[in-house]
């Protein structure tokens, strides 16, 4: 749901507002967007010019706080940006804002018609500015509201408002300790909890002491089984595997439940294989299927970054190595995971054993991975990182897109192809980051970095 802000200036042509107001919702309602606005009877024309029309519409706004997900700025005409930034100031909703200016029409610049919305939105933004609000933009300076450009901008600017709500408050779970050999994955708790994110931990030796206390015949554990089977193929699977899954997915969801997470992260290398004899792949895979995603190897930061990338997406995201060249071409490369994907990543999956693993620990502890290639399309990737050293949250994103390429290799992995990938590279190589990456199969680069950059103030590269 958005607050949406129509301005207006006295000496301008007022009935350009009664009008862009009318257009502005219509525009709004086809694309599904709900709004919250003052109607005609509260100030002329439904419109924000005056201080009292500020407070009003403040006033609005705050009775509406838990329901409105960013604020939507238009100007008919030049409007009052005094009456604009003390509405978000007094409201102190802490959203996204953007800002929207209309078109004059060239055949229409008399007394009567003209806008003027091009220099008032300078000024708008020269008072948020000043007021320390922070905002964002349309791609073009002024449009009317029906160009498909403008749209496409609601559509990033929605996405852009549902990572920043998604972040704040959120709460993510850390099943087990970092793997001893994964120093890449260190992260800071502080710095997250510094950004409204905090980190619920859990012993890998509580989940497993809560696994040994149930029953194969619990209804619980029952319905996980019957999850697991109809999710994928099970064809060859050990039944004594699948019941260990389900018992950890158990104890996964009910502490999920408890703690009120929306994503986990977990050991699994090697500890569950060794301890367990199982690898808990196929879980994590139906959890970010379902929109709650699970990240191996403790990765909280790269789970955040599956968990950013869905919040703008809509869609299950993924974690992946950046993991081998592909043949010479030096904008094209192979992501692979063992492989924990979800579902909606591949053309075609089964459960399969953890060959990288089953070497060490046995073929038959190691079954519950998911396996495939993953189907062509675009896709956005994102890193997120907590650079203890300097103090601050930071990150890279991108797009690129899954190519029709094969490999004879095994677990998931897809051929990618993105520009001046060597760039991008060298990139992540000096500025340390690490070899995991998320990534979901829609473009949605521009919202996340709106939201990052300029709502949670992190340090973003976005890679073109």
Known sequence: MLGIIVGNRGFFPAHLSESGRRDILRVLEQEGI?????????????????????????????????????????????????????????????????????????????????????????SVCNNLRQYGIPYSLTRLHTMAPDNPDFRADLRRFAATCNVVRRLKNARIGAIGARPAAFNTVRYSEKLLEASGITVETLDLSEALGWVRKMKDDEREVQDKLGAIQGYTSVAGIPKESLMKMAKLGVAIDRWVKDKQLSATAIQCWTALEEFYGVVPCTLMSMMSNNLLPSACETDIAGLLGMYVLQAASGSPAALLDWNNNFSTDPNKGVVFHCSNLPKAFFAEQKMDYQEIIAGTVGKENTYGTIVGRISPGPFTYCRVSTDDLCGKMSSYLGEGRFTEEKLDT???????????????????????????VAATKASVAEAIEDALSTYLGWDVYHHH
């Open 410 to 436: 095994f677990g998931g992995y897809g051929v990618i192809e993105l520009p001046n990938f060597q760039k991008l590279l060298k990139f992540i190589c000096k500025n340390g980051y690490e070899h995991h």
């Open 34 to 122: 709900k709004a919250v606005t003052l109607s005609p009877d509260a100030t002329k024309f439904g419109a924000v010019e005056s201080l009292s029309d500020a407070q009003k519409c403040a006033d609005l706004f705050k009775a509406h706080r838990d329901e409105i997900d960013g604020i939507l700025v238009t100007l008919p005409n030049f409007g009052d940006e005094r009456a604009v930034a003390n509405t978000l100031r007094w409201a102190n909703l802490d959203v996204p804002v953007l800002i929207h200016a209309f078109n004059d029409d060239a055949g229409k610049m008399t007394i009567r018609d003209r806008r003027d919305s091009f220099c008032g939105k300078m």
